[in-house]
Nanobody, 127 residues
């Protein structure tokens, strides 16, 4: 099993930057893909970005390409989300999630297959 704790969310002005962290505990972190999702009020949870277990493959939703970067440090059991050029529409609760399957090569881009979730961290972007 993997336990996940997100941090780094806060209020930021449009155009600003934030780095979210997701600290994982559990022996299998370095062997599972990780994803970041977000959920705005009244909306469904949506995929933002993901990275496979080795870091060799990443995926981004179109609206964040060129602005957000996912990375992982397996030695620290942590996955990061660097968010630049933030927009008010990026406002949401951000969740990290861990893939169920060990060493999956592809990055999952829907909630299916992610069985472990953090509690979320609030990101608010003011205009």
């Amino acid at each position: 099993q993997v336990q996940l704790v997100e941090s780094g969310g806060r209020l930021v002005k449009a155009g600003g930057s934030l780095r979210l962290s997701c600290a994982a505990s559990g022996r299998s972190f370095s062997n599972v893909g990780m994803g970041w999702f977000r959920q705005a009020p009244g909306k469904e949870r949506e995929f933002v970005t993901g990275i496979n277990w080795s870091g060799s493959s990443t995926a981004y939703t179109d609206s964040v390409k060129g602005r957000f970067t996912i990375s992982r440090d397996n030695a620290k059991n942590t996955v990061y989300l660097q968010m630049n050029s933030l927009k008010p529409e990026d406002t949401a609760v951000y969740y990290c999630a861990a893939d169920t399957l060990l060493r999956r090569l592809v990055v999952l881009t829907t909630t299916r297959g992610y069985d472990y979730w953090g509690q979320g961290t609030q990101v608010t972007v003011s205009s």
